[in-house]
């Protein structure tokens, strides 16, 4: 890449991403005709990482939640899922075989589709620790404000609405339909059901599950009860 060629790019992506002043990564993973985008948090600021697209990607769970997760993420280009499950048929291991150096060549980048939220949890820890991406997946479909922040693995299926300044931390999982209205907060692992409702400026704790229906409302409207 040429002198000028870097700043060039990074002004470009700055103005189609409409986020100037975040800082673009263009090590050698980038280096591919195809690519992929995610965003992460980094030592200088914002920082969006310029990703091959593999021809696999690693969902952890086949149950209901992973085989449509894996639908989604091949329809959306992430390449064929190879799943690992303790209990589905036709799967290419267990949930321990992620460390397997067959699945560490074919896969760069893992999501975990598991309800369980403390396992969840526990596999992204894992997963990120033997050097997997653990990208944030955003469903073409969904509404995601642009200065919301989601944590490595948080997934947002189609629908959601996720407003403006939101925080998530790591594993979240924002259903079909789940509304998290702006200045939210969701602590790792979180799970907001299809149709529930997470009201502006609202905190929910880790581990939580907003079902389907449910609404936590804004710090002043709990505090006028």
Not at 14 to 31: E, H, I, N, T
Request: glycine share 12%.
């Amino acid at each position: 890449m040429y002198p000028s060629a870097h700043s060039f790019a990074e002004g470009f992506l700055s103005k189609l991403m409409k986020r100037p002043g975040v800082k673009y990564d263009f090590s050698p993973p980038c280096q591919g005709r195809e690519t992929m985008v995610y965003w992460g948090q980094r030592k200088g600021g914002l920082v969006m990482t310029i990703l091959r697209k593999y021809s696999h990607v690693l969902v952890l769970g086949r149950g209901g939640f992973g085989a449509e997760l894996g639908e989604m993420l091949e329809d959306c280009g992430w390449g064929a899922p190879l799943f690992l499950d303790d209990k589905a048929p036709d799967c290419a291991g267990t949930l321990r075989d992620y460390v397997d150096p067959v699945l560490r060549r074919r896969c760069q980048a893992a999501f975990v589709a598991l309800g369980n939220s403390e396992l969840r949890l526990e596999l992204i820890r894992k997963l990120t620790a033997v050097g997997y991406q653990l990208p944030v997946f955003q469903h073409p479909a969904a509404v995601v404000s642009p200065s919301a922040r989601l944590g490595q693995g948080t997934v947002v299926l189609p629908f959601a609405f996720v407003g403006a300044n939101v925080r998530t931390g790591i594993g979240c999982l924002i259903n079909a339909g789940a509304i998290v209205d702006h200045d939210a907060a969701l602590e790792d692992g979180v799970h907001v059901a299809p149709g529930g409702i997470v009201k502006a400026g609202a905190a929910v704790p880790a581990g939580t599950k907003v079902d389907s229906g449910q609404v936590v409302r804004s710090p002043w409207e709990q505090a006028a009860r």
